[in-house]
């Protein structure tokens, strides 16, 4: 009786049962035979489409030793025994980006000792930043195997079965959370059928993960994984393939050790996004957006990494260039040094991973910053970027935002200028006058409670500044600025801009003013 073979594989992004979780592994699997290039595994005939993908096995190979082959081509392991995936084209040399995926890999899709055994003792791996001669030192679990590499938990190539010898494949098997972390399962595994598990080996590829360091949240998420929701699997390789190139014309925000540091999950999601995205027109788009999964220790598991929230982010905002601003000028992160001599990375402002939330969540870019400088130290390390946050600004595109953060700029420029003609007459510091003011404008603002209070402010702000005269800005956009201040649904709209707009003052008069968007 003649044996039937699961093969050709064929699997269509399409396939109206496919979850965002079927999407993003066909995408890992793409980027997969994308990396194999023309030297794919012996005996293995892989095609790839726009929205299919189809693996073909040629000669008298079994099932068995097919799926053998193409995991061995999968899942690899590097000579310093850590985790590497063909299919997210790591670039040679760059060992701290495959260092920090296999920290947190580890930690997530195979966080349980048995599905990667290895060392007790963690290894060292020295890290140099760029632009920067001192060396960081981060520590990684280094393993002999993993669970990708002989599909363990699935049932697939398990010798203990009856047709193990015959080189079939059973028709159905389970998966794992080695294959989706954080997924419940009850008293039995989730079982699904051959072919689907065999898919799902590849979501490990298909996925950006990152450390998560946040300070907006309470809670004390570690990890994050972004499930990128796929529209075109050969745009989607080529893209991943981009990532790992350095270009002088597209800045890449996750092709680094640092670049995997963030302080939250839209963050996460946004960065890898616009990586993404970077070389794309519109029309070209590989994804529509993803789904961003925090993962952490909660209090009622102590074991084992859980998830602890799901966030589900676009492929498009009004303000995105808003965000791209400040992840460039203020979204790097640090290594700071412990006792011990380690290292441990953080992100050096929380204000791209605000700005982030807020867009996820449909609020204004600019929703919260006051919680950003309500502690007067936060305030002061705030105004040491305020080049950095003048650049932001300058990335806006809503008009009203405009408005009012240039009127503001104009009239803080003026009372300075009030401050330095005092100073000259009076012998008196200047520096130390321009601190006072600005520390008792951020209290003032801080304080209002009503719409009116806070119109009022910014009018008798702008008329100080002018000693009762008509300040530019307003007079040029007086209807438009007057419509926005006295609507009582902007009130933590204008309290936030008011705020964004003293911490955002720079007075080159080299850079590029706001009113010249």
Not at 140 to 146: F, G, W
Not at 464 to 477: C, F, N
Request: overall charge positive.
């Amino acid at each position: 009786m003649e044996i039937e073979s699961i093969f050709p594989l064929t699997y269509r992004l399409s396939d109206p049962n496919y979850t965002i979780y079927h999407r993003a592994a066909l995408g890992g699997l793409a980027a997969t035979i994308k990396a194999w290039g023309k030297s794919p595994p012996d005996g293995i005939l892989p095609k790839l489409e726009q929205d299919s993908v189809t693996i073909e096995k040629i000669g008298d190979l079994t099932d068995r030793e097919a799926l053998k082959r193409i995991l061995d081509a999968s899942f690899k392991l590097t000579e310093d025994k850590l985790i590497d995936l063909p299919g997210q084209f790591i670039a040679e040399g760059n060992d701290g980006l495959r260092v920090c995926i296999h920290q947190i890999l580890t930690k997530t899709f195979l966080q349980h000792h048995r599905m990667r055994p290895g060392e007790k003792q963690p290894r060292q791996f020295i890290l140099q930043e760029a632009d920067s001669e001192e060396n960081h030192s981060v520590t990684y679990i280094a393993i002999n195997s993993y669970a990708h590499q002989k599909a363990q938990g699935t049932d697939l190539l398990d010798d203990s079965k009856k047709n193990a010898d015959s080189g079939v494949l059973s028709k159905i098997g389970s998966i794992p959370q080695s294959m989706i972390p954080g997924a419940m399962t009850g008293r039995r595994s989730l079982q699904a059928p051959v072919e689907e598990v065999i898919l799902l080996l590849f979501l490990m590829v298909g996925c950006a993960t990152f450390f998560l360091r946040p300070k907006t949240y309470k809670e004390k998420f570690q990890y994050c994984i972004i499930i990128p929701d796929i529209i075109d699997l050969k745009k989607f390789a080529l893209a991943m393939e981009r990532i790992s190139i350095q270009s002088q014309d597209f800045q890449r925000f996750t092709r680094n050790y640092l670049g995997r540091v963030v302080g939250g999950a839209e963050e996460a999601a946004l960065s890898f996004l616009l990586d993404m995205t970077a070389q794309d027109l519109e029309r070209e788009r590989s994804i529509k957006g993803c789904q961003a999964i925090a993962m952490g220790q909660v209090a009622w598991d102590k074991n084992q990494i859980n998830r602890s929230i799901s966030v589900k982010v676009g492929g498009d905002y009004d303000e995105l260039s808003v965000f791209r601003a400040a992840k460039q000028y203020l979204g790097k992160s640090k290594f700071i040094k412990m006792k011990d001599g380690k290292s441990f990375s953080v992100p050096e402002t929380s204000i791209p991973e605000l700005i982030a939330a807020n867009l996820a969540a449909n609020r204004h870019w600019c929703s919260h910053f006051k919680e950003l400088l309500a502690e007067k130290k936060d305030f002061r390390n705030l105004l040491y970027r305020n080049g950095d946050l003048h650049k932001v600004a300058n990335a806006i595109k809503n008009k009203e935002d405009i408005a009012i953060i240039r009127a503001f700029h104009k009239a803080w420029e003026m009372t300075m200028g009030q401050m330095g003609d005092r100073a000259r007459e009076n012998h008196l510091d200047f520096e130390r006058l321009v601190e006072v003011r600005r520390e008792k404008i951020r209290n003032e603002i801080l304080r209002l409670k009503t719409t009116e209070a806070c119109a009022n402010w910014f009018l008798k702000f702008c008329a100080s500044a002018t000693k009762g005269g008509s300040l530019a800005p307003i007079r040029e956009d007086a209807d438009l600025i007057r419509d926005f201040i006295f609507n009582r649904r902007n009130f933590d709209r204008l309290q936030n801009l008011l705020l964004f707009a003293l911490v955002s003052y720079e007075s080159d008069k080299n850079n590029k003013d706001i009113d010249n968007n």
